[in-house]
T-cell receptor, first 113, second 118 residues
Framework: GQNIDQPTEMTATEGAIVQINCTYQ??????LFWYQQHAGEAPTFLSY????GLEEKGRFSSFLSRSKGYSYLLLKELQMKDSASYLC??????????????FGKGTKLSVKP | GAVVSQHPSWVICKSGTSVKIECRSL??????MFWYRQFPKQSLMLMAT?????????EQGVEKDKFLINHASLTLSTLTVTSAHPEDSSFYIC??????????????FGSGTRLTVV
């Protein structure tokens, strides 16, 4: 079966740095996504990793280690508006073509003043 | 950028009635549409995958006769919840894959539909 694990909740302080971890065990791997989701809204794209290493995009960075089945999302200079759920999602390859997204349960981040 | 328009945003229906949810790709052709369901404080669970012009593939535990999916064109996919019950109350989201999409890496989400069955 497919298994994607991430912490349920995290709390951090405004201006600080927070790292959200994700581990996965899946039958096949095509890439890993991070999404942000506010309550009652659709997910919004944050990052995509397919090769090992760090991808940086402004205040957000994402890291992937395929051999370890591990990724993390790093948020710097936290703002109150960053309070949301962060979803780790893996695409499973089907004969080389893009497949569906398998989502983790999400990490609810609360940013405190 | 690529946009998927999902309607309605929210709907309240009586138990036993049917509800149709539409997802339209506005500026690209969606060859594949994924339908997800999300219960409160839980993650998105894939219900089914549909390819234009063919029957949908349902995930284990999802009743295909209850959740009817139609993907008759490259720009429109619909999910119909038949004989809805209160336990079907949830947040339903579509995600499209297609060509001509300018969304990075191809997955474009609709804005979601909040279904409440009373």
């Amino acid at each position: 079966g497919q298994n994607i694990d991430q912490p349920t909740e995290m709390t951090a302080t405004e201006g600080a740095i927070v790292q959200i971890n994700c581990t996965y065990q899946t039958s096949g791997f095509n890439g890993l996504f991070w999404y942000q989701q506010h309550a009652g809204e659709a997910p919004t794209f944050l990052s995509y990793n397919v090769l090992d290493g760090l991808e940086e995009k402004g205040r957000f960075s994402s890291f992937l280690s395929r051999s370890k089945g591990y990724s993390y999302l790093l948020l710097k200079e936290l703002q109150m508006k960053d309070s949301a759920s962060y979803l780790c999602a893996v695409t499973i390859s089907y004969g080389g073509s893009q497949g569906n997204l398998i989502f983790g349960k999400g990490t609810k981040l609360s940013v405190k003043p | 950028g690529a946009v998927v328009s999902q309607h309605p945003s929210w709907v309240i229906c009586k138990s036993g009635t049917s509800v149709k949810i539409e997802c339209r790709s506005l500026d690209f052709q969606a060859t594949t549409m994924f339908w997800y369901r999300q219960f409160p404080k839980q993650s998105l669970m894939l219900m089914a995958t549909s390819n234009e012009g063919s029957k949908a593939t349902y995930e284990q535990g999802v009743e295909k006769d209850k959740f009817l999916i139609n993907h008759a064109s490259l720009t429109l996919s619909t999910l119909t919840v038949t004989s809805a019950h209160p336990e079907d109350s949830s947040f339903y989201i579509c995600s499209a894959l297609g060509f001509g999409s300018s969304t990075q890496y191809g997955y474009t989400f609709g804005s979601g539909t909040r279904l409440t069955v009373v």
